[in-house]
């Protein structure tokens, strides 16, 4: 296992990146994170970690802020991203700017400098909807929302960087990832801090679609392990469980002690994939995560952590 010292984690001031950066300064010495606090960044999130950390506000597109951070770390982790589909089918813009353009200024720079891994954070939604069985890491892109095909975009510029200049690139391929400090307009927290104010959920069609879940402490660990193994790659990291979204809600509702009156079906969300699915026995085989946390647990704790703090997050 290569002993390494700094990293750099891009999006850090969002919902993955901010678990991720606390997890990161117990592994690492100097924890540098770099984001430019869109709608989706908060610096709130990286609030009690702020002393431990580098954190440097600016644009992934921006050659000489990132050249000078390559210049003092060795793992980048990229998690800066437009992450919200429905954003994406009002307008797909952002989404090539900062998915693609983003992603890619990132991994030219890497010829200029010594990073010797770096992580692309892409999704289980690149493969598109699957009825029966599970996408593998070889299957075809197959993205429906301009979200997924930008993610699919940055996806092959990897392995575009992989077969012309051999640049160390390891892809990651998670599946739905919830847990706390994740921004509101996302499904579990959405729907969390609205039952908590007894409003309406507005629950797309009829509820049907099926996603896997992974607590977000279970994806850090998953990832930093994955820096460790230091191969180039592709790694599906699947959820535990799956539950339909009608499910979800329903498991929401129950926690907060609130009725299912509240629930209110809405025409469901252009594009909609049915069902994500993907086996990532892959990473189980080369690296043996074991998820800590099944959808109950970790249900639980991220209800606990909105009950705390709803009033910040809103
Ligand atoms: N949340 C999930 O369920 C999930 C699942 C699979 C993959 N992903 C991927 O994981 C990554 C992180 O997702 P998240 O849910 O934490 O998203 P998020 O929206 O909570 O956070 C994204 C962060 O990136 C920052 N950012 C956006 N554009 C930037 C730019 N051009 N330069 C610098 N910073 C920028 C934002 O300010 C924000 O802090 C994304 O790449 C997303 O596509 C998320």
Same mark, same amino acid.
């Given at each position: 296992?290569?002993?390494?010292?700094?990293?750099?984690?891009?999006?850090?001031?969002?919902?993955?990146?901010?678990?991720?950066?606390?997890?990161? #300064?117990?592994?690492?010495?100097?924890?540098?994170?770099?984001?430019?606090?869109?709608?989706?960044?908060?610096?709130?999130?990286?609030?009690?970690?702020?002393?431990?950390?580098?954190?440097?506000?600016?644009?992934?597109?921006?050659?000489?802020?990132?050249?000078?951070?390559?210049?003092?770390?060795?793992?980048?982790?990229?998690?800066?991203?437009?992450?919200?589909?429905?954003?994406? #089918?009002?307008?797909?813009?952002?989404? @090539?700017?900062?998915?693609?353009?983003?992603?890619?200024?990132?991994?030219?720079?890497?010829?200029?400098?010594?990073?010797?891994?770096?992580?692309?954070?892409?999704?289980?939604?690149?493969?598109?909807?699957?009825?029966?069985?599970?996408?593998?890491?070889?299957?075809?892109?197959?993205?429906?929302?301009?979200?997924?095909?930008?993610?699919?975009?940055?996806?092959?510029?990897?392995?575009?960087?992989?077969?012309?200049?051999?640049?160390?690139?390891?892809?990651?391929?998670? $599946?739905?990832?919830?847990?706390?400090?994740?921004?509101?307009?996302?499904?579990?927290?959405?729907?969390?801090?609205?039952?908590?104010?007894?409003?309406?959920?507005?629950?797309?069609?009829?509820?049907?679609?099926?996603?896997?879940?992974?607590?977000?402490?279970?994806?850090?660990? *998953?990832?930093?392990?994955?820096?460790?193994?230091? $191969?180039?790659?592709?790694?599906?990291?699947?959820?535990?469980?799956?539950?339909?979204?009608?499910?979800?809600?329903?498991?929401? @509702?129950?926690?907060?002690?609130?009725?299912?009156? @509240?629930?209110?079906?809405?025409?469901?969300? *252009?594009?909609?994939?049915?069902?994500?699915?993907?086996?990532?026995?892959?990473?189980?085989?080369?690296?043996?995560?074991?998820?800590?946390?099944?959808? *109950?647990?970790?249900?639980?704790? $991220?209800?606990?952590?909105?009950?705390?703090?709803?009033?910040?997050?809103?």
């Amino acid at each position: 296992m290569p002993n390494r010292d700094s990293i750099l984690i891009t999006g850090g001031a969002g919902f993955i990146g901010s678990n991720l950066t606390r997890a990161a #300064i117990e592994r690492f010495e100097e924890v540098y994170v770099l984001d430019n606090l869109t709608y989706a960044g908060n610096i709130r999130n990286l609030h009690s970690v702020e002393d431990k950390i580098t954190f440097i506000e600016g644009d992934i597109r921006e050659h000489e802020i990132v050249s000078e951070i390559y210049e003092q770390v060795e793992v980048v982790v990229n998690l800066a991203a437009e992450s919200h589909v429905d954003r994406s #089918i009002k307008s797909g813009i952002p989404f @090539l700017q900062s998915n693609v353009e983003g992603a890619y200024v990132l991994m030219e720079l890497l010829q200029e400098h010594d990073v010797d891994r770096f992580i692309q954070m892409s999704t289980d939604e690149v493969y598109g909807s699957i009825e029966e069985g599970e996408f593998s890491e070889g299957d075809p892109l197959d993205p429906s929302s301009p979200y997924s095909a930008s993610k699919a975009s940055a996806d092959l510029f990897v392995n575009a960087c992989w077969e012309t200049y051999d640049l160390p690139i390891t892809i990651v391929r998670p $599946t739905n990832i919830y847990g706390p400090r994740q921004h509101p307009e996302k499904l579990i927290p959405k729907f969390t801090l609205r039952a908590l104010s007894g409003d309406r959920l507005p629950l797309y069609g009829d509820g049907s679609n099926v996603r896997q879940w992974l607590y977000v402490k279970d994806f850090c660990n *998953a990832l930093l392990q994955i820096v460790d193994h230091d $191969t180039d790659g592709i790694y599906n990291v699947a959820g535990p469980e799956r539950r339909s979204n009608i499910e979800v809600t329903k498991a929401i @509702l129950e926690r907060v002690g609130a009725s299912e009156s @509240l629930i209110e079906f809405v025409a469901d969300r *252009a594009g909609h994939d049915k069902r994500y699915a993907i086996d990532d026995s892959k990473l189980q085989e080369e690296i043996g995560f074991d998820p800590q946390y099944g959808f *109950a647990a970790g249900l639980d704790e $991220t209800i606990e952590w909105y009950r705390k703090h709803r009033d910040s997050y809103q």
